[in-house]
């Protein structure tokens, strides 16, 4: 963990450092944006569409250009519910640190599409019975490494640009999670992937 935050903190320094380089053709900013999330596979029944939210900075690199370079480096609130009653597992909340690295194509109307990969570093996760408020177990087993692909559609304003994307899971995060008096029963060499929605704005 502490590896990944040095490796953070220097890509955020050499990407600010290449924007003040040329301010006339890149741009660093913020972005903020909702989720929708789910957990798809096969270990975990019955799953459901979970709410969250993302924020975090962003830079494009050569932004008069049609074809350039998208970088984001944000915290990543998502996870899953479940329909499993009143005494089943109701939700798994994740909260990720993700570092995407995307090539940008800009099309005639300046709108933007951008894709290409993300490397996740899991920070925390709890699992949830029922509509008790407090988690039941924290710090699950699943692997903390994910490796997903993302796509971006930029549709650009005034004073903010409008992000609509997906990011869709590659690797399988179970780590032979087997959970006691959990109900239902985990398959621990079933699968587990993350997918997500995004709507967010970046300044």
């Known amino acids: 963990m502490r590896l990944f935050l040095v490796i953070i903190t220097i890509s955020i320094i050499q990407l600010g450092s290449f924007a003040q380089s040329d301010l006339s053709n890149s741009k660093l900013g913020i972005k903020t944006s909702f989720n929708l999330s789910s957990i798809t596979g096969s270990a975990l029944m019955n799953p459901k569409v979970k709410f969250g939210y993302t924020a975090g900075s962003y830079f494009i690199s050569n932004t008069k250009k049609k074809t350039s370079v998208y970088a ?11 329909n499993n009653g009143d005494t089943g597992y109701s939700k798994i909340a994740l909260f990720y640190v993700d570092a995407s690295l995307l090539p940008l194509f800009r099309l005639q109307n300046d709108h933007a599409i951008c894709i290409g990969p993300t490397v996740s570093y899991l920070g925390l996760s709890s699992l949830y019975v029922g509509e008790k408020k407090k988690s039941e177990i924290d710090k699950l087993n699943i692997k903390p ?23 869709v899971g590659l690797r399988n995060l179970n780590n032979n999670l087997s959970l006691d008096d959990i109900y239902p029963n985990i398959n621990p060499n079933g699968t587990i992937r993350n997918i997500s929605v995004e709507i967010g704005m970046i300044f």
């Open 72 to 82: 984001e480096i944000i915290g990543n609130f998502k996870g899953s519910n479940f």
């Open 145 to 167: 490494w994910e490796y997903s692909i993302a796509l971006y559609y930029h549709v650009p304003k005034s004073i903010v640009t409008f992000q609509f994307g997906t990011k």
